[in-house]
């Protein structure tokens, strides 16, 4: 069970942290990743990281103002978000893998946070 927290609204350029915890076990057996989806698009890739938080990788369009990272003894992942901008503004779900390694397609991700908005202003 997945569950996201953090999100909201900010004006354009400002940061917002997203948390996702854990419950149950297994949470550092498995990759993680961070999706967003908005409405009448298909849920897009942000960033995941293997289980023991090596090898993040992001989508372009995040590269070099978001971070993701995790915390296994609190079984929570993190999305740090810097220098947001309107283009950000989606409904943003975790997601879990069955296995440690990393990737960046939703398919590969068995297990899903219920999501939550981050609304970004102009």
């Known amino acids: 069970l997945l569950g996201e927290s953090g999100g909201g609204s900010v004006p354009a350029g400002g940061s917002l942290t997203l948390s996702c915890a854990a419950a149950?076990?297994?949470?550092?057996?498995?990759?993680m990743g961070w999706f967003r989806q908005v409405p009448g698009k298909q849920r897009s890739f942000v960033a995941t990281?293997?289980?023991?938080?090596?090898?993040?990788f992001y989508a372009d369009s995040v590269k070099g103002r978001f971070t993701i990272s995790r915390d296994n003894s609190k079984n929570t992942l993190y999305l740090q978000m810097n220098n947001l901008n309107p283009e950000d503004t989606a409904v943003y779900y975790c997601a879990a893998r069955r296995v440690a390694t990393i990737g960046v397609r939703a398919s590969l991700y068995d297990f899903w946070g219920q999501g939550i908005q981050v609304t970004v202003s102009s």
């Open positions: 149950g076990r297994g949470f550092s057996e498995a990759a």
């Open positions: 990281i293997s289980n023991l938080g090596a090898t993040p």
